[in-house]
């Protein structure tokens, strides 16, 4: 079974630049997550997905990052204008075969390393 | 909110013997899930072990336990017979029992020595 495939593995890119990852889950997995974890931290959750529709995103900042799942498959996470404290690594996770059953084990990605110089 | 706290930055530990990670939470909820992720060098997280709260049996997985006390609040991982490939970060995360968002916590380093 392909695990959660991301891309690009590595982005460097200017302050005020424009940056989009994109993920691709694993296979009939309804939910999806963006995590954003920064160097000796923890992730921390920035938007999840059931299917197309957002379940939550309050820890997104919107003024900046936006998030789409198109037909329920693979998502795309942008960031415009980047800033300097945006500089991490962006995981994303699927779970829930069976469409959002309780305590799902999430499954990660490789992540994207963000630097922003 | 709920919040999860590992004490233990850094923790080293000789090949073959026994280490256990310290983990706390804070909650209201009764019911929840709590697990601990492995997140080697090269950064992709793998889940080690799972626990239901509603369960009062330890998770167990070949050579990683855990030792769950619901009062304490308190969920630490043992890792038996440590091998050169344990090392890595570990991740203690809590999940809700009525939502999916996971909170982890900050981590802790470990190094297995030859």
């Known amino acids: 079974e392909a695990g959660v495939a991301q891309s690009p593995r590595y982005k460097i890119i200017e302050k005020r630049q424009s940056v989009a990852f994109w993920c691709n889950p694993i296979?009939?997995?309804?939910?999806l997550y963006w995590y954003q974890q920064i160097l000796g931290q923890g992730p921390k959750l920035l938007i999840q997905f059931q299917n197309n529709g957002v379940v939550d995103d309050s820890q997104l900042p919107k003024d900046r990052f936006s998030a789409e799942r198109l037909k329920g498959v693979d998502s795309t996470l942008k960031i415009q204008p980047a800033k300097l404290e945006d500089s991490a690594v962006y995981l994303c996770a699927s779970s829930s075969p069976s469409g959002g059953a309780r305590g799902d084990t999430q499954y990660f990605g490789p992540g994207t390393r963000l630097t922003v110089l | 909110a709920q919040t999860v706290t590992q004490s233990q930055p850094e923790m080293s530990v000789q090949e073959a013997e026994t280490v256990t990670l310290s983990c706390t939470y804070d909650?209201?909820?009764?019911?929840?899930?709590l697990f601990w992720y492995k997140q080697p060098p090269s950064r992709q997280m793998i889940l080690v072990i799972r626990q239901e709260a509603y369960k009062q049996q330890n998770a167990t997985e070949n050579r990683f336990s855990v030792n769950f006390q619901k009062a304490a609040k308190s969920f630490s991982l043992k890792i038996s017979d440590s091998q050169l490939g344990d090392t890595a970060m570990y991740f203690c995360a809590f999940m809700g029992y009525n939502n999916n968002d996971m909170r982890f916590g900050a981590g802790t380093r470990l190094t297995v020595k030859p």
């Open positions: 909650t209201s909820e009764s019911n929840y899930y």
């Open positions: 296979s009939g997995h309804a939910t």
